[in-house]
């Protein structure tokens, strides 16, 4: 069995953070959040794996589980946390909505517009 990044698939669920292999689904490793409650917010950082549950911030090596960091993030509240990192899977996402909107709207024009 390989223990390469592009092997895994990471699932979050009630404070969890659940590695699978991408190929057979045979569960990885698994970790879960000694702080905080609830759904985690999951970004894959190249070769990190930022998990956030409810105010408090942890960072993974995504082949173990095992925790690199963790900040409390005092005085900035709880609740669902939105995380973007250029390097995260969901800023290529964004990357990718602004060149598609650029293309249309670079083919769309003004002509037959009405006035």
């Given at each position: 069995?390989?223990?390469?990044?592009?092997?895994f698939v990471f699932i979050g669920f009630n404070k969890q953070v659940i590695a699978l292999d991408r190929y057979n689904g045979e569960k990885k490793w698994e970790w879960k959040s000694p702080k905080g409650s609830g759904f985690p917010a999951i970004l894959?950082?190249?070769d990190r794996l930022?998990?956030?549950v409810q105010g408090y911030s942890f960072c993974l090596e995504p082949t173990t589980g095992a925790v690199v960091w963790e900040n409390e993030l005092k005085g900035h509240g709880v609740g669902i946390s939105s995380i973007v990192s250029i390097r995260g899977s969901s800023s290529g996402a964004v990357a990718a909505q602004q060149a598609a909107s650029a293309?249309?709207?670079s083919t769309t024009g003004?002509?037959?517009?009405v006035h």
């Amino acid at each position: 069995m390989s223990n390469k990044l592009d092997d895994f698939v990471f699932i979050g669920f009630n404070k969890q953070v659940i590695a699978l292999d991408r190929y057979n689904g045979e569960k990885k490793w698994e970790w879960k959040s000694p702080k905080g409650s609830g759904f985690p917010a999951i970004l894959l950082d190249g070769d990190r794996l930022i998990v956030s549950v409810q105010g408090y911030s942890f960072c993974l090596e995504p082949t173990t589980g095992a925790v690199v960091w963790e900040n409390e993030l005092k005085g900035h509240g709880v609740g669902i946390s939105s995380i973007v990192s250029i390097r995260g899977s969901s800023s290529g996402a964004v990357a990718a909505q602004q060149a598609a909107s650029a293309a249309a709207a670079s083919t769309t024009g003004t002509s037959g517009a009405v006035h």
